[in-house]
């Protein structure tokens, strides 16, 4: 009798300590902070908001379920819904934080050929200058044109500097807002030049 | 009865208690936490964080604090837990998830609604002042403004479509501030210029009607010349002015266009002149020597400027720009027909403006009458 005891009771401490290796997954809750924090950090919530809010709601989601889980007795804890949340939470954070970058550097090496379009538009602007009737010759219209494209640089430069500084969204408005000018002032010259040789 | 059978009645009730007090007890707001979770999830969406952010920390942390109590609450032998302090934290999470949602919608429509008219406002004044610019002088307009003008307006617009609500609304705002301040500035400068049309076209109905002979006037702002027979028009040509030629020629090298009424006091044919032919014309006259005594008199002539002179209708012209040092200057041709019909003597009035139509000012709202 003391023999089968002592075997139920080997099975009530195996149940017990099977039961009881049901533990919140706090590794994973910590990395998927991490990687949540790191996505907006890198500015996730701007760049590819849909899977930065994805990444939050489902962690919110994951910290309610741990809890759920946590308010249950021990035997019956089940933390697989909120492992698997957070592991999901890891991934798409890490997901966005890699599509920012992507997005970013696509924005940034397309800002480097505007910048290349827009020194291109300038010279092209100050040869078609040369071209353009001299002295008195449409002076006025010239030196409007001349004090217009003269502002064109330092608005390069400001684009140039917010590059620099990361700002690309407003580094390629800038530079496409030089370039559109530009461009105007090329038409105004080819008109310029074709109504002298008229 | 066995031993052991008679152990586990013993112990039954002992266990059934142990139970009850382990695994019974208050249930946990998991449905409250759910339903405020998705509050937060619907303020986050709409860019709580962004457009109501003091609401949205609050909700947020009252959030985190009821899950912390909550927390603190599973630590406790389930019989012994209680959530009410974390249902009221959850009905705070709720409300001011709520509110952030309200405020974060209103805001960013409201931001929405400011940007879009605000840009439609610039893009409005944009129009006349790219033609203002064009038409005055290069320096009428301050250009290095109106450049930055013109690039806050493309950010407005570029932030607006990507929903950067608090940047298209900044960049929106400094946008038409700039145009508004330019357009105030040369509207100020235009203005004097519109009101006076009525008094040239007083003076040159004076001098045309029932007048015997030639008589020339100049109409600047519309770049005419207008040939006058016994007070009746017989030809119309386009002209080619100062390149500063806005307003009255105050002293020498300003390269303005002189305004008032002056005569023809040679004529200069081919050989004469570099510009084919060309019509003297007696300015400075009287009334230019006066102002010009004045402007040095109350400092706005500098003491030692000179009035300058030899202004004449010459050749040279069809450039299709403001190109002389204040002459007024036609095609070869053009100019040939006229001065084979002029006398020395006759008149010529240069007038600022007869019809006071300029860019960005609408003479009819001006109160001036044609």
Redesign the interface.
Known sequence: ?IR??SKMALVVAVALSIGACAKPPVEALDAARAALDAAQAAEA??YV?DLY?AA??SF??A??EI??Q??K?AFTRNYDRAAALLAFVSETAATAQTQVAERKEAVRVANETLFTDVDAAIVSANDLMKKA?RG?????????IR??LD??GP?LEEARAAQAAGDF??A???A???L??VNGLIGELNT?IE??GR | M???TRLALYLAPVAILVAGV??LGEK?P?DL??QS?KR??AA??A?A?DYAPSQFATAQEA?ETA?QS??E??RRI?AF?SFDTVAIRLAEAEGAAEAALDRARHVADSLRSATETQAAAARDLRGPLEQA??FF??DFVD??AL?DA??SL??AE??LE?E?LWKAAASAARSLATYDSLTRIARERILPLVTSSSDWRARRDRLVRGRSGYAIVVDKAERELTLYENGKVVATHTVELG?RWIGDKRMEGDRATPEGLYRVTRKLGRGQTIYHRALLIDYPNEEDRRQFAQGKRNGTIPAGARIGGNIEIHGGGG??????DGCVALPDRTMEAIFNRVPVGTPVLIAGSLTGKYPLVDPESDGTDR
């Open positions: 009798m089968n005891f919530d701007r908001n809010l939050a709601d919110s989601l910290q309610t809890e759920t946590n308010a007795s009737p008195k010759d449409g002076a006025a219209a010239l030196a409007q004090s217009d502002l064109v608005a969204i407003r390629r408005d800038v496409q807002s030089a559109d000018r310029a109504a002298a | 066995r031993p052991v382990l695994l946990p998991a936490f759910e979770r937060l999830e986050r969406a860019r964080g959030w899950l909550w927390r609450e599973n389930a837990r610019a064009s002088p290069v250009r290095r450049l013109h690039t493309s950010l570029s932030a990507r950067d390149r450039r299709d720009a403001d190109w002389t």
